[in-house]
Nanobody
Framework: QVRLVESGGGLVQAGGSLRLSCAAS????????MGWFRQAPGEERAFVAW????????YYAPTTKGRFTISRDNAKNLVYLQMNSLKPEDTAVYFC???????????????????WGQGTQVTVSS
């Protein structure tokens, strides 16, 4: 069992930045691919970014590529999502997710992940 806890959400003005963190516990963090998703009110949960177990490979949704950066620190069991140039349409609850996988295929759908955090709210004002 892997427990994930997100933090770092909040209220920010358009054009601003936030860094989300996801702390993992319960099992060895190495070997787990990680992802970030978000869910706006009335919408489906959507893929934001993926990072391989080693941190060497990343993949982004087209709407966030170039503005968001996913990274991880396996020694600290942490995954980050640095969000720059935020827009009002980035407003959502952000979730981190984990799946034990050492493969390099991008995991971009909800059903590909086994563990989820409770989410952290990000609100971008115009």
């Amino acid at each position: 069992q892997v427990r994930l806890v997100e933090s770092g959400g909040g209220l920010v003005q358009a054009g601003g930045s936030l860094r989300l963190s996801c702390a993992a516990s319960g099992r060895t963090f190495d070997g787990y691919a990680m992802g970030w998703f978000r869910q706006a009110p009335g919408e489906e949960r959507a893929f934001v970014a993926w990072i391989s177990w080693s941190g060497e490979h990343t993949y982004y949704a087209p709407t966030t590529k170039g503005r968001f950066t996913i990274s991880r620190d396996n020694a600290k069991n942490l995954v980050y999502l640095q969000m720059n140039s935020l827009k009002p349409e980035d407003t959502a609850v952000y979730f981190c997710a984990a799946r034990f996988s050492t493969l390099l295929n991008h995991l971009i759908t909800i059903r590909e992940y086994d563990y989820w955090g409770q989410g952290t709210q990000v609100t971008v004002s115009s």
